[in-house]
Structures are given as C-alpha cells and as structure tokens.
T-cell receptor, first 112, second 114 residues
C-alpha cells in the first residue's frame, strides 16, 4: 500500500496570508490526524477527523481549521498566518480501532 | 492529564555501543497506549512499536527492545549494537483510551558516530 502523502512538501507564505495543506491517508484508513512540530513546542496535536467529522481538537486558535472529504483525504487551513506558524505540519492516518498512526513526510511551512 | 517526559535531550554514542532511551509517562486512565517513533533527518515519523497498558511483556525486534514497567510508568527503548543509520530523533508518545490525540515527549536526539 502507498503511504500517507502530503502536499505540498514545502511552502513559503507571508504574514497575513492563508494556506491550505493536503493529506491523503493510506488506503482504507478513515482517521486522519494533524500535528504541528516546532523546535520550541515540539509535536503538538491539532485535530483528528474520522468519516468527515472532527472528533478531537488540540489547543490551537480558531485560525487553524480542517476538513475531511468522503474519500478520507483531509485538508488543513491556517488563516491570517503569523511568524509563529512556521513549522513542520505532519499528517497521520490510522485504521479505525487501531492505535497505530502512520505519518506522512510533512509539509514544511515558512512564514515570512 | 497525560504527559510524556523524555529527560535525555541528546545522546551520542560510538557505533556498536548499546544505548537506552528513557521515557516516563503520566496518565489517569487505566487503558492507554504507548508508542515509539523514529524521526530521521528527512522528517517523516516512522512507527516503531505500540504497547497497550495491559501488556507489560517486553518486546524485542532485531536490535531493538522495549521495557514497559507500569510500576514506574516507564517505557524505555534500547538499541543494541548501534549503527550510524540509527541516528535520528526518537519520540515516545502516549494515547489515552477514548482520546485520539497522541501526546509526544520532547524527543531524544541520538547520534551514532562511526
């Protein structure tokens, strides 16, 4: 099976802009989670989607949002970008009932 | 609240040495899952192992072994006869039952020198 794919891999945006990141889970996986990784805060959970519904959300401002489509692909959106949003954004997928999450290569976002 | 502590920020060893990465966790739940992930320079998190709270059996997979002790809330990871390719950041993580987010430790950067 193909692994989790994320696009784009690298992105440079300007403060105030918005950005959309995409994640395609492993075939058959219906759960998709998003994480932010920064040198200062480490790996932090953003949210999880299952069957197009957000099931859990981390402690991030409302500028961070996401959605999941019927084919389980997920998108994450960050509006009004701030310098502190510069990070590696990782997506993970898992089968329902399994705790094992498989991660994609990430999207490295740089906000200037 | 769930919390994962990896006290070792960086470890440097010479090839063929054994190395143990420590992980201590906190949780109020009686059912939970513990994980180890490896993050090479490429950035992708590679799944290594999952343990549930009811299974305290130690696990060995090749040069890797894991020691889970509920009494001390620890889930330590040992690499035997380390190799340069083991150089990476290793993360320990915890997921509580009914809570689908994973709480990661700060990670331990392992450098294996030839």
């Amino acid at each position: 099976k193909a692994g989790v794919t994320q696009t784009p891999r690298y992105l440079i945006k300007t403060r105030g802009q918005q950005v959309t990141l995409s994640c395609s889970p492993i075939s058959g996986h219906r759960s998709v989670s998003w994480y932010q990784q920064t040198p200062g805060q480490g790996l932090q959970f953003l949210f999880e989607y299952f069957s197009e519904t957000q099931r859990n959300k981390g402690n991030f401002p409302g500028r961070f949002s996401g959605r999941q489509f019927s084919n389980s692909r997920s998108e994450m959106n960050v509006s009004t970008l701030e310098l502190g949003d510069s990070a590696l954004y990782l997506c993970a997928s898992r089968e329902r009932g399994s705790g094992e999450q498989y991660f994609g290569p990430g999207t490295r976002l740089t906000v200037t | 609240a769930q919390k994962v502590t990896q006290a070792q920020t960086e470890i440097s060893v010479v090839e063929k040495e054994d190395v143990t990465l420590d992980c201590v966790y906190e949780t109020r739940d009686t059912t939970y899952y513990l994980f180890w992930y490896k993050q090479p320079p490429s950035g992708e998190l590679v799944f290594l192992i999952r343990r549930n709270s009811f299974d305290e059996q130690n696990e060995i997979s090749g040069r890797y072994s894991w020691n889970f002790q509920k009494s001390t809330s620890s889930f330590n990871f040992t690499i035997t006869a380390s190799q340069v390719v083991d150089s990476a950041v290793y993360f320990c993580a915890l997921s509580e039952r009914g809570n689908n987010d994973m709480r990661f430790g700060a990670g331990t950067r392992l450098t294996v020198k030839p």
